[in-house]
Nanobody, 121 residues
């Protein structure tokens, strides 16, 4: 049974840094796109960054130059390095991955449980 397990959230002062990790568990045949999304109170979930299996990346304009997404394909893990954090980065951060669980299945989206990131001013 495939699961995504996030870690690394917490409370940090503005200007500080955090590194989020998302590890996959269970049998996995293949993963293509992995990414991070976030949802602040009263707002819709939004894309933060995505990375393809070939390491092509895409970032939300609000985090460009501050956040870096990376992945370790051997560990089926995706990371989000967040620097120069701002209070407006406060949100629950969710990991997402498009996974083919076995050779006969299609890719489908899986989500982590979310990890809280709080940036104080």
């Amino acid at each position: 049974q495939v699961q995504l397990v996030e870690s690394g959230g917490g409370l940090v002062q503005a200007g500080g840094s955090l590194r989020l990790s998302c590890a996959t568990t269970g049998y996995i045949f293949s993963i293509n796109v992995m990414g991070w999304y976030r949802q602040a109170p009263g707002r819709q979930r939004e894309l933060v960054a995505v990375i393809s299996i070939g390491d092509s990346t895409n970032y939300a304009n609000s985090v460009k130059g501050r956040f870096t997404i990376s992945r370790d394909n051997a560990k089926n893990t995706v990371y989000l390095q967040m620097n120069s954090l701002k209070p407006e980065d406060t949100a629950v951060y969710y990991c997402n991955a498009n996974i083919k669980a076995n050779i006969g299945s299609r890719y489908r989206a899986y989500w982590g449980q979310g990890t809280q990131v709080t940036v104080s001013s």
